[in-house]
């Protein structure tokens, strides 16, 4: 398995850029951590933990308590391929949170962000 440089980026310096990213857009950083929360199965209090620790993408995804089953659901492309033909786990999961984000940003409903 190759190991992409964002695996070992810590999750903590690309969180703020999700916030930038939907704030600019008029979204919050409330529904920002309920997409991850939703994804990934972490708390509230377990997600500042990471954010403190400067845990990494890799670790972020392989730590996260329950991941979502309905994830399989998130379809579309993002940074120019289709997250459904991802092969490699780890750059799936990174890849459908950054679709959600996009979503999110983008003004879609959040009922239909998280696959309801």
Known sequence: MVKHKIYTMSFAKVYPLYITKVEKKGRTKKE??????????????????????????????????????????????????????????VMREIRYLDKLIDELAKGKAMEKILRK
């Not at 400067?54 to 399989?72: I, K, P, V, Y």
Request: proline residues 2%.
């Open 32 to 89: 920002v951590d309920e997409i991850i929360h939703w994804l990934t199965g972490y708390s509230q209090n377990e997600l500042e933990k990471v954010l403190e620790k400067q845990t990494d993408f890799e670790t972020f995804f392989a730590e996260a308590l329950e991941m979502n089953a309905s994830r399989d659901l998130i379809k579309g492309v993002i940074c120019g391929v289709r997250v459904e033909d991802i092969e490699e786990p």
